[in-house]
């Protein structure tokens, strides 16, 4: 089934956005996994592995659709110089894909591609899950302290 050309462009700005965040998130588990912070190192690579499969499903979609997916473009990778800095920084690329994938759901709805709504939709929550959890974590280093925090994500 032929895609919309617009629909195809959102799905690959999407796909950026989701091969970006593997990045960036594997690189702060692996750092968080070497200074000991094994709960967090543990929690940071179960979100990149949640944005592999988001970006399985773009890859998948955009086939459907007869058009070919673009793996070779990332955005600016957001690392940080410690764990704060790391929730702050996946915070900023949450709240951004959150607004891209209503932007998206919308377009899909405008051009009647539900099957892309649907598969937008199933992301969106994912997503909104991840933000949730990074705002729990920094609202738990704001009331108890960055030490007191990472002392808890020691194994």
């Given at each position: 089934?032929?895609?919309?050309p617009k629909v195809?462009?959102k799905?690959?700005?999407?796909?950026?956005d989701?091969?970006?965040?593997?990045s960036?998130?594997?690189v702060?588990?692996?750092?968080?996994a070497n200074?000991?912070?094994?709960h967090?190192?543990?929690?940071?690579?179960?979100?990149?592995?949640?944005?592999?499969?988001?970006?399985?499903?773009h890859?998948?979609?955009?086939l459907?659709l007869?058009?070919?997916?673009?793996?070779s473009e990332?955005?600016?990778?957001?690392?940080?110089d410690?764990?704060?800095a790391f929730?702050?920084?996946d915070w900023?690329?949450?709240s951004g894909?959150?607004k891209a994938?209503?932007?998206a759901i919308?377009?899909?709805?405008?051009v009647g591609d539900?099957?892309?709504r649907e598969?937008?939709e199933?992301?969106?929550?994912?997503?909104e899950?991840h933000?949730?959890w990074i705002?729990a974590?920094?609202d738990q280093i704001?009331?108890m302290?960055?030490q007191?925090?990472?002392?808890?994500?020691?194994?």
């Open positions: 089934m032929k895609g919309n195809i462009e799905l690959n700005f999407l796909l950026a989701e091969l970006t965040a593997i960036q998130y594997m702060q588990a692996e750092m968080c200074w000991g912070y094994k967090l190192a543990e929690a940071v690579e179960k979100r990149a592995i949640d944005e592999m499969k988001h970006a399985e499903k890859i998948s979609r955009i459907f007869e058009e070919n997916p673009i793996v990332l955005n600016k990778i957001h690392i940080g410690g764990v704060e929730h702050k920084n900023e690329a949450e894909a959150i994938y209503n932007d919308k377009l899909a709805v405008e539900n099957g892309t598969l937008l199933s992301i969106l929550k994912d997503e899950d933000i949730d705002e974590q920094l704001k009331q302290s960055i007191v925090y990472l002392s808890e994500q020691i194994s």
